[in-house]
């Protein structure tokens, strides 16, 4: 892990065993606790997000993901009226 200025806090509460096994565990890694369990969480938040940011699509659900991409734009009437309309802003004069 690179080093970098910590300047942020984190409290938590843990049972007498859950810490034994952190001082276990860290200690067999030959690191601190705080490395240990600042490591651990990190890996397992990056695992968990990207979890969220990648997802998989069996073959037809594929086909209609892509289908809907190469798909033409719909019509919004509403919006190209909306970019039609001069914003009230733009008569403001500049100071």
Same mark, same amino acid.
């Given at each position: 892990?690179?080093?970098?200025?910590?300047?942020? &806090?984190? #409290?938590?509460?843990?049972?007498?065993?859950? &810490?034994?096994?952190?001082?276990? /565990?860290?200690?067999?890694?030959?690191?601190? =606790?705080?490395?240990? =369990?600042?490591?651990?969480?990190?890996?397992?938040?990056?695992?968990?997000?990207?979890?969220?940011?990648?997802?998989?699509?069996?073959?037809?659900?594929? /086909? /209609?993901?892509?289908?809907?991409? #190469?798909? %033409?734009?719909?019509?919004?009437?509403? =919006?190209?009226?909306?970019?039609?309309? %001069?914003?009230?802003?733009?008569?403001? %004069?500049?100071?």
């Amino acid at each position: 892990m690179a080093t970098t200025n910590r300047t942020e &806090k984190l #409290d938590l509460r843990l049972t007498p065993a859950a &810490k034994q096994a952190l001082i276990a /565990a860290a200690t067999a890694d030959r690191r601190s =606790v705080s490395e240990f =369990v600042l490591d651990s969480a990190l890996t397992r938040a990056e695992e968990t997000l990207a979890l969220r940011q990648n997802f998989g699509l069996d073959a037809t659900r594929w /086909a /209609a993901f892509v289908e809907a991409l #190469d798909a %033409p734009p719909r019509e919004l009437p509403n =919006v190209e009226t909306l970019f039609a309309t %001069p914003s009230p802003f733009e008569a403001l %004069p500049l100071k």
